[in-house]
């Protein structure tokens, strides 16, 4: 069964994120997108340290990389990084990603309020994007026997390649035309938020803006 899974999993991304997602299944990582658990959280003393990595499928011809390597925060802390990516093909290509922590175990503590991983994500030719991740480790975590010896947590994600629909090229195409491409480097991923999310967000990113 493994194999079959691993042999496909570039088709089967959707459908295996969202059983990992409801499980925690492979150290696959929560959800708390209207951040309502985060509300209620205080955050802790105990501090952990996160690492990042990034990887990208052989048939995919993009440049995904991580833009810090670690970083350490507490747990019930809400944390904002990101992920750089670059579409290094002549056309625009669509990808989604497939995400998982170790240790297996921290999964299910692991809380991802807003990602770029929850949608698929288009860059255009050429195309350089920073994408966000905001999220905060359940200070649950802590209390958790099983979990007492974790101390580095390692954030993972793999992109894979996802075939365009013609409408949506023929609509690229036409923007393209019309001038809409525009060009620098953009920030995919943040989507709509609550405005409590909305204002902590902010707040994150203009940390991140002044360091």
């Known amino acids: 069964m493994a194999v079959l899974v691993c042999g496909a999993a570039w088709g089967a991304v959707p459908l295996y ?6 499980t925690g299944y492979g150290g696959t990582t929560q959800t708390d997108k209207d951040a309502t658990k985060l509300v209620s959280v205080s ?10 990595n990034a990887d990208v499928d052989p048939g995919m011809h993009w440049k995904f990389v991580p833009s810090q390597k ?6 019930g802390e809400p944390v ?3 992920y750089k990516a670059t579409n290094l093909r002549d056309k625009p290509v669509t990808g989604v990603a497939l995400y998982n922590v170790t240790p297996l175990k921290a999964g299910s503590y692991f809380h991802k309020i807003q990602c770029f991983c929850f949608d698929e994500q288009r860059l255009r030719a ?5 994408m966000p991740v905001f999220f905060y480790i359940d200070p649950a975590m802590g209390e958790d ?3 007492k010896d974790i101390k580095h947590i390692t954030l993972s994600y ?3 390649p996802v075939e365009d629909d013609e409408e949506d090229m023929a609509l690229e195409e036409s923007q393209n035309q019309e001038g809409a491409a525009g060009s620098g480097v953009k920030l995919h991923g943040s989507g709509d938020m609550p405005a409590h999310v909305q204002q902590q967000w902010e707040e994150k990113l203009k940390q991140q803006q002044q360091k």
């Open 80 to 82: 904002l990084a990101f």
């Open 158 to 160: 793999t992109f894979f």
């Open 126 to 130: 050429k195309e350089t994007v920073d």
């Open 145 to 147: 026997r099983k979990c």
């Open 43 to 52: 955050p802790s003393d105990r501090v952990v340290t996160i690492t990042f």
């Open 70 to 75: 670690n970083l350490k925060c507490k747990l």
């Open 17 to 22: 994120r969202l059983f990992c997602a409801h």
